[in-house]
């Protein structure tokens, strides 16, 4: 009897172990500082191969697109690879007076294209000619995708950037004797980005929405989800309006970077086959010179209480798609770990509830996931459900059915296997990301800007550990109801289809 | 150094910048004087095999880093073994095998085990390989081990879990019109490598209809077995006590079968041409130019990656540069040397851009494949090309489980160990020469098919500005219809009799022959989500052969005609032939034209059976078919049919009623459409006119 429980209290001791002895291990190897500019940093040291992921993290992102400029947080992620004052260009003086010859243009044309119906079409016209000239003429500098073309040439993988609702990161990898190449980049980019054949990159922007959004029922759906459950929030956009895109300049980028792209603003992590002091000596020599500028302030609109179920729906000959989202506070909240057990128990592998009553046994749906925080965590957000119909059965049969399985959760406690598995999987979950440059280095500073401590990522999982039973019960009534649901789906197209009658 | 200062303090101006400008800025070297450390040395782990006494070959190695132990199986299978009537069956093979349970447990009993240690267990079927894999934390190796071992050994295929397989297949194939880029990648290797192998066919419903249990339990014993698979496991163990474990466990399976054989080879001959795939609730054309690729094992392939890269491969590539950075034309656009280890893969340039500027796109696109046929590639150009491979190599060998999945795959598909280094070796011998040589000799413009899948109504430029367009055909074929209600010499002889019975009830068979043309006018309601909707439709017949139907509808007239040979469809936006979903629903319409059906005991392709008492099916040659259920007096009272709508096969109910007399022949004047057990639509016959006289000509004249 003795050695039996004996074992079981070891079991349950285990994880915890794991944890403390992860995070002990990875302080060790861990070094954070900041430059006076304010500037963080986060260097981990992985000596197993002779190489180095870099992520640069900026605390800005879509939601703070100015009003009227949706896409301008994403566009910076397109201008990365445009170069810099030195690379990228022929000569930068002469470049420098084109680039600016193309905005005084622009701004003339804007002027007279105010004017509306009342604008002279003569003139309209001749500005647009001397538009496309000074932007051709701006162009007859540029050194094209130099930028990316020596990071390719040095080595470099993995080159990207992504826009998040929160935040904006730029990243790859080098081998580690190329260390010196992304501070010497990086840095004159952050000090000085240069928003050279911005236009052309604005019709990829727009060509981005194409394929995102307009060309694909999910991206449609998901845009009218946010549009309808925000009024106030910028979280109800999700990629940028069509016609903002199409009218952003190249002026407001420059006082969009100003205002974000402060030093206090970005973290950067550097993780592989480095030795810390160097790293630190690098960072003050390249990004050191970069003057401290004000940080941005954060979002002010506050989402007004929802009043009411918000329902739309979105015409299409595509096959049915299910989705609908719970208005949620956001990730620093007390039942922000409770919201992650409870996606865990409705869409886990294969034993989550979603799967199990909706895919498995009743087989009404192909897929169904629920997600915890959507689109971003940063400001109160939705708790996001998804599902695809399998065929033969309609959005209307699984919204029932999700909805019994919610109710579910609200009446009756979710038994202590489930809560334990669901728990074991988040912490195997973590393990299971440490063992990449690239995941680590995008992980680390995540944690730093969004938790305020990259060791969140570790002590998050004992908020994981302590949520209970009564604690899903509470969250689920507390926040499925209906008043606080939006939902979207498919309809099909009301035009008339060819089927004829005799 | 003047001029640098000048520089900054107009920056300072015109962009706004803070007049504090850093001046340290031109302490900032150039990248170009920077000097590295010398390369990294690769180190590469010693991963040697083992054979146990069974034939199956083990690869263990061992990782401290972080207390996992993972592994998997690579199987000599895959779903080009499938036969031609079972497509599906080596995926169904590779789901069910897992999620059907082992001989002891049930699906769901593995699902909870595994899940409540986080560990996982799966199983998949690909094109040329299938796969076991499993995951575990270290404290809980054994336990997930013995399921590994279970479900590769013991597997079931459970019937249950095998219906829900084919269900959720068949949804998939319900949904493989949604998204443009899969229709896209579906076409184009369905095109290039032809349809009639099982590089390029297509699954379709009737092929997961035949699919049995036994089936799967077939394929599976025939591919399963030790000698016919490797086997690697990795992470934190020691690989004594591992060797150990996998010998218990693996080593008594006896499981014995012929090797088998190579995969079937491609033998598809070039498809040039313009192929369009219309979807019209798109904004964008997704397109795919190209033709088969080459193998791995080529010596030329180095050389034609270094070409591809600077065709197509990335941010520095010629693709890239002048379709996406120069002309803004495209968010995504790509192109590369598609080689296999086993087969030839695709050559595929891809991009994507708004439909306005789909041609201009494409012929961009193609320019940049002539520009690289023709001239040599500059030195900058391939130097980049070239150290982008050899500065990056130290990225193949990252991390210890890159080589061991590299190693096995070496393994598996006959290649020497030291490939990647050949390949190496290949890439920094080439020259400019050699790009242009395999250029020249490998990309052929003359087979080259175009796949484009948008909206060619908002095409500024025609797609047969690139040449002749083929439409490709997006229907789903409909799922093997319930098979025809058997029939004998009784039942025909019955079905026979129903039908001249419905012959004198509606007036006589001869009155029904007198027929030679009608045109029937016809007020419809259609039911939509909306609402109510009018339509006035207009059904002109003649029994040589032509049909046309023309509707007016609130955004415009649609006339569509159909004589068995040819036909158009025309439209507010232009006259064309009609798509295939659209002839193929206008085929139905026709055979299913009153007099037609009426006197279906005298037209030689079809056959009337009786299927009830007072039910008959009519079926034609090309395998369509209708039910007529007669009321007591012998009338027509309901047609049953399967319909092709964009969602896939509906079953249509049509109820005609309100029978009355038009030049002595009983006549419907009210049907009511159902499709898929709901109201579709509801018609009143206005008129009917028989034999005025209609000629061929006037039918068939285009608007």
Partial sequence: ?502 | MKKVLLALSLSALTWAQPAAAPAKVMTIPSYKSLKFGPAPEIKIPDIPMFTLANGMKVYLLENHELPLVSGFALVRTGNLFDPKDKIGLAELTGTVMRSGGTKSKTGEQLDEQLENVAASVETSIGESNGRIGFSALKENVDDVLAIFQDVMQNAEFRQDKLDLAKQQLRSSISRRNDDPGDILNRNFAEIVYGRDNPYGWRMEYEHIDNIKRDDLIAFYKRYFFPANMILAVQGDFATADMRAKIEKLFGSWSAKQEPVPAFPPVTAKPSPGVYLATKNDVTQTNFSFGHLGGELKDPNYPALSVMADILGGGFSSRLFKNVRTKLGLAYSVSGGWGATYDHPGLFQVSGSTKSQSTVDTIQAAQSEVNRIRTTEVTDQELDTAKQSVLNSFVFFFDSPSKTLSRLMTYEYYGYPKDFIFQYQKGVQATTKADVLRVAKQYLKPEDIAIVAVGKPADFVKPLTTLGPVKEIDLSISEPKKAPAASSDSASLARGRSLIQKAQQAVGGADKLAAVKDFTQSVEAALTTPQGSLKAQQTNQWMRSGAFRQTQQLPFGKIQAYYDGKTNWLASPQGVMEMPPPVLRQMQGEKMRVFFELMLADRNPEWTVNAVAENAVEISSKQGDRVRIDFDSSGLPAKYSYQSMGMQGPTAVVSTPSDYREVSGIRLPHKVVIEQGGQKFAEATVSEWKLNSGLTAEELSKKP
């Fill in chain 1, 1 to 502: 009897m003795f050695s039996a429980k004996l074992k079981i209290v070891l079991l349950a001791a285990a994880p915890f172990l794991l944890q403390a002895q992860n995070l002990q291990e990875f302080e060790k190897r861990v070094t954070e500082f900041t430059l006076p500019n304010g500037m963080r940093w986060i260097v981990l040291e992985r000596h197993e191969a002779p190489t180095v992921a870099f992520n640069s993290f900026v605390n800005a992102g879509a939601v703070d697109d100015p009003a009227g400029q949706s896409s301008m947080a994403h566009m910076f992620e397109h201008m990365i690879g445009k170069g810099t004052t030195t690379v990228g260009t022929t000569n930068w003086s002469a470049e420098q007076k084109a680039l600016q010859r193309v905005e005084d243009v622009y701004d003339k044309f804007e002027q007279e294209k105010r004017k509306g119906a009342k604008a002279d079409k003569t003139a309209l016209k001749q500005l647009e000619a001397e538009l496309k000239d000074a932007i051709e003429s701006a162009n007859s500098y540029v050194v094209p995708n130099e930028f990316t073309r020596v990071i390719d040439e040095q080595g470099g993988v993995g080159f990207n950037a992504g826009t998040a609702q929160d935040y904006t990161t730029y990243f790859y990898s080098l081998p580690s004797n190329k260390t010196e190449l992304w501070f010497l980049l990086t840095s004159e980019w952050f000090r000085r980005p240069v928003f050279r054949e911005f236009y052309k990159e604005r019709d990829v922007v727009r060509e981005e929405r194409r394929m995102r959004v307009e060309s694909s029922t999910q991206g449609k759906l998901m845009e009218l989800l946010m549009a309808t459950a925000f009024m106030a929030h910028p979280y109800r956009n999700m990629i940028g309006w069509a016609s903002e895109i199409e009218a952003l300049r190249a002026k407001q980028a420059d006082a969009f970077y100003q205002k974000y792209y402060a030093p206090g603003n970005i973290t950067m992590a550097v993780v592989g086959n480095v030795k810390p002091a160097e790293i630190k000596r690098m960072a003050e020599k390249y990004f050191g010179t970069i003057p401290a500028r004000a940080l941005p302030p954060s979002v002010s609109a506050v989402e007004p209480e929802q009043e009411g179920e918000k329902r739309a729906v979105l015409e299409t000959n595509s096959q049915p798609f299910l989705l609908m989202g719970y208005k949620r506070p956001d990730q620093n909240h007390a039942d922000d770990p409770v919201f992650d057990v409870v996606a865990g128990i409705l869409s886990s592998g294969r034993t989550g509830l979603l799967y199990k009553e909706l895919v498995r046994d009743k087989r009404i749906a192909l897929a169904v996931q629920a997600g915890a925080t959507f689109p971003s965590g940063k400001y109160d957000n939705l708790f996001v459900l998804f599902d695809v119909p399998q065929a033969g059965h309609t959005v209307e049969e699984n919204e029932k059915a999700i909805y019994a399985i919610l109710e579910r959760l609200k009446n009756e406690k979710v038994d202590e296997a489930t809560l334990q598995r669901v728990k074991t999987k988040v912490r195997a979950g973590l393990i299971r990301q440490l063992d990449s440059n690239t995941g680590l280095a995008s992980q680390l500073p995540f944690y730093s800007v969004m938790y305020g401590d990259w060791r969140v990522m570790f002590t998050g999982l004992k908020d994981i550990e302590k949520v209970t039973a009564d604690d899903v019960q509470r969250v689920a009534k507390k926040y499925f109801a209906d008043d606080n649901r939006t939902v979207v789906h498919t309809v099909k197209e009301s035009a008339p289809k060819q089927e004829a009658s005799r």
